[in-house]
């Protein structure tokens, strides 16, 4: 052994590398998530100042549809894409409800 490193102290620097880049990925995922979630509250005030309903069909269809092509494209499993941007939306719509609940408090 010539530089003094176990297969076991490779494999440790090996997953310690690996993990680096996955904290940084988890990371970009929360700011990512968080900017669209700032987007989306203005959606729910707007659609709750215009009496609009909290959940759109056809736009997620739409989402969808465009969602699972990006993930054929990029390898990723279409099925996954679409339940992750389906947990994504239902919470949006929770919002959405949650928004429209209390601007209804305040017109009463
Ligand atoms: O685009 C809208 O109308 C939204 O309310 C945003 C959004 C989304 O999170 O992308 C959420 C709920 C709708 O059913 C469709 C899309």
């Given at each position: 052994?010539?530089?003094?490193?176990?297969r076991?102290?490779?494999?440790?620097?090996?997953?310690?590398?690996?993990?680096?880049?996955i904290?940084?990925?988890?990371?970009?995922?929360?700011?990512?998530?968080?900017?669209?979630?700032?987007?989306?509250?203005q959606?729910?005030?707007?659609?709750?100042?215009?009496d609009?309903?909290?959940?759109?069909p056809?736009?997620?269809?739409?989402?969808?549809?465009?969602?699972?092509?990006?993930?054929?494209?990029?390898?990723l499993?279409?099925a996954?894409?679409e339940k992750?941007?389906?947990?994504?939306?239902?919470?949006?719509?929770r919002?959405h409800e949650?928004?429209a609940?209390?601007?209804?408090v305040?017109?009463n």
């Amino acid at each position: 052994m010539l530089s003094g490193m176990t297969r076991g102290d490779a494999v440790q620097e090996e997953l310690e590398r690996l993990r680096d880049s996955i904290d940084n990925i988890d990371a970009a995922v929360v700011h990512m998530l968080a900017e669209r979630f700032k987007c989306t509250q203005q959606v729910g005030r707007l659609k709750a100042e215009h009496d609009l309903p909290p959940a759109d069909p056809n736009r997620e269809a739409a989402q969808i549809a465009r969602l699972r092509r990006l993930a054929e494209s990029a390898k990723l499993d279409p099925a996954f894409a679409e339940k992750l941007l389906g947990f994504v939306i239902s919470e949006v719509i929770r919002h959405h409800e949650q928004i429209a609940a209390d601007a209804e408090v305040g017109r009463n």
